[in-house]
Each structure stands twice: as structure tokens, then as C-alpha cells.
């Protein structure tokens, strides 16, 4: 009767196993999709930076008046 015994309790080590890794990859499903939710956060943020570098560049060189020239010319 061993045999049953020890068919029983691999079975039951392979449950537990599964157990853990189904923990542990619904963590890392919560961690990956929080890493994403923020890289796509952070990449809004950059081009809206970019698009209001942009808009103030092109208001310094369209509404500067030209620069006098220096005072040894």
C-alpha cells in the first residue's frame, strides 16, 4: 500500500505547486498591468510636453523682435 501513499502525496505536492504558481502569476499580472497603466501614463505626459515645448519654440521665434546687433559691430 505504499504505492497508492505515495501516488496521493505527489499528487497532493503537484496541487500545492499549482497553488503557488497561480498565486504568483496573478502577482505578476497585477504588476504588469500596473507597469503598463503607468508607461502609458508617463508617454502622455511626454508628448504633451512635447507638444507644449513645441507650441512655445514656435512663439519665441514668431513674435521675438529681432535681436539688436551687438554693440561691437
Known amino acids: 500500500m505504499s504505492e497508492p501513499q505515495s501516488l496521493a502525496a505527489r ?3 503537484l496541487e500545492i505547486r499549482i497553488a503557488y504558481q497561480d498565486e504568483t502569476i496573478e502577482t505578476l499580472n497585477k504588476t504588469i498591468t500596473a507597469q503598463w497603466r503607468q508607461i502609458d501614463a508617463l508617454s502622455r ?5 512635447r507638444d507644449r ?3 512655445a519654440e514656435m512663439k519665441s ?3 521675438a523682435p529681432p535681436e539688436p546687433p551687438p554693440p561691437h559691430y
Open 61 to 63: 521665434v514668431a513674435g
Open 53 to 55: 515645448l513645441h507650441d
Open 11 to 13: 499528487i497532493d505536492a
Open 45 to 49: 505626459e511626454v508628448a504633451n510636453l
